[in-house]
């Protein structure tokens, strides 16, 4: 145990659970802005130190060996509690405090940014740091107190909290639909113009409903993009059918300067996850602003919303 003691480093360990966090040495390396020569050097150190292989490496993945995991959540547990030591003395476990979030541009948009100053008015205390960005980052790293991503499966091992499900919906403005006609089955909404979200370098793929089995189908995108309120503000302006959670057009659905298209036809709702930098170790003001979220994305959603207590099935690692 000496001797692994002194081979070993908070920063060996760091390297060890961003990898298996991102499953990939070069994404590791990038959040934790190293290069991947050297994270792999912490690696290799751990495994000689340890006697044990931690992962295994091909040339197109990684996989973590029984040994890892073991290692791992050991690993988490050991940085975590260095954590709170450091926040227990730069008193980090007051009410009040500073708080460092990030959310996608549509929920900080439409959900976050019409809220936040009634969190602001409850702490009076508190400031904010609102960073837009549909990526998960290192929160340890980036000393990221609480991270929104809304998607099928969380691509991190981080702690987590699901906080409700977000139904998608097409839509399109009344002008697009008396110029071009409303598609009234799957295979009308094939020759529409389409304003998609940007998946890689291709239209991400939309799930719809067709009875009781879903359908795939890759739109017929005239417009990509990364920011859905850019996809959004194209919409209204009549440029082509849109997926958007419904949460980011409730107001122009309400307000018919949106239509829904084909709601015979819903599409899969994906999940909104809050994403914690730790499992255990949660300030006050972190879980009430987990709890003010949940009030906002049900209040987004109304009756849609199906909270964390309703879901079933699904392995989660949530923070307690």
């Given at each position: 145990?000496?001797?692994?003691?002194?081979?070993?480093?908070?920063?060996?360990?760091?390297?060890?659970?961003?990898?298996?966090?991102?499953?990939?040495?070069?994404?590791?390396?990038?959040?934790?802005?190293?290069?991947?020569?050297?994270?792999?050097?912490?690696?290799?150190?751990?495994?000689?130190?340890?006697?044990?292989?931690?992962?295994?490496?091909?040339?197109?993945?990684i996989s973590v060996t029984d040994a890892g995991e073991a290692f791992y959540a050991r690993c988490v547990d050991i940085l975590e509690q260095l954590e709170g030591a450091v926040a227990g003395i730069a008193g980090e476990q007051a009410a009040g405090g500073h708080l460092r979030v990030t959310a996608p541009p549509s929920f900080a948009s439409a959900v976050l940014a019409p809220g936040l100053p009634r969190f602001l008015?409850?702490?009076?205390?508190?400031?904010?740091?609102?960073?837009?960005?549909?990526?998960?980052?290192?929160?340890?790293?980036?000393?990221?107190?609480?991270?929104?991503?809304?998607?099928?499966?969380?691509?991190?091992?981080?702690?987590?909290?699901?906080?409700?499900?977000?139904?998608?919906?097409?839509?399109?403005?009344?002008?697009?639909?008396?110029?071009?006609?409303?598609?009234?089955?799957?295979?009308?909404?094939?020759?529409?113009?389409?304003?998609?979200?940007?998946?890689?370098?291709?239209?991400?793929?939309?799930?719809?409903?067709?009875?009781?089995?879903?359908?795939?189908?890759?739109?017929?995108?005239?417009?990509?993009?990364?920011?859905?309120?850019?996809?959004?503000?194209?919409?209204?302006?009549?440029?082509?059918?849109?997926?958007?959670?419904?949460?980011?057009?409730?107001?122009?659905?309400?307000?018919?300067?949106?239509?829904?298209?084909?709601?015979?036809?819903?599409?899969?709702?994906?999940?909104?996850?809050?994403?914690?930098?730790?499992?255990?170790?949660?300030?006050?003001?972190?879980?009430?602003?987990?709890?003010?979220?949940?009030?906002?994305?049900?209040?987004?959603?109304?009756?849609?919303?199906?909270?964390?207590?309703?879901?079933?099935?699904?392995?989660?690692?949530?923070?307690?």
């Amino acid at each position: 145990m000496p001797d692994f003691l002194n081979q070993a480093s908070v920063l060996s360990l760091r390297c060890f659970v961003a990898v298996v966090n991102a499953n990939s040495f070069s994404t590791a390396a990038r959040q934790l802005r190293m290069a991947p020569s050297s994270v792999t050097k912490h690696l290799q150190l751990l495994e000689r130190a340890t006697g044990a292989a931690l992962v295994h490496r091909t040339t197109r993945r990684i996989s973590v060996t029984d040994a890892g995991e073991a290692f791992y959540a050991r690993c988490v547990d050991i940085l975590e509690q260095l954590e709170g030591a450091v926040a227990g003395i730069a008193g980090e476990q007051a009410a009040g405090g500073h708080l460092r979030v990030t959310a996608p541009p549509s929920f900080a948009s439409a959900v976050l940014a019409p809220g936040l100053p009634r969190f602001l008015e409850q702490h009076p205390g508190a400031t904010v740091d609102l960073v837009v960005s549909s990526d998960v980052p290192d929160l340890v790293r980036e000393r990221v107190d609480l991270a929104i991503f809304i998607g099928d499966e969380l691509p991190t091992k981080q702690a987590q909290v699901v906080l409700a499900e977000g139904p998608q919906v097409l839509c399109a403005s009344p002008a697009y639909l008396k110029a071009n006609g409303t598609p009234l089955s799957l295979a009308d909404l094939e020759q529409h113009r389409c304003l998609c979200p940007r998946f890689s370098e291709v239209a991400e793929t939309w799930h719809l409903r067709s009875g009781k089995e879903w359908k795939s189908m890759r739109p017929n995108a005239v417009l990509l993009s990364d920011n859905g309120d850019a996809l959004r503000s194209a919409c209204i302006a009549g440029a082509g059918i849109g997926n958007f959670y419904r949460f980011h057009v409730a107001e122009g659905l309400a307000k018919r300067m949106l239509v829904e298209v084909l709601p015979q036809h819903p599409l899969r709702a994906k999940t909104i996850y809050a994403v914690l930098p730790h499992r255990h170790m949660i300030r006050p003001l972190v879980r009430g602003f987990t709890a003010f979220l949940r009030e906002e994305v049900e209040g987004a959603l109304g009756a849609t919303a199906k909270l964390t207590s309703q879901r079933s099935g699904r392995k989660a690692r949530t923070a307690s």
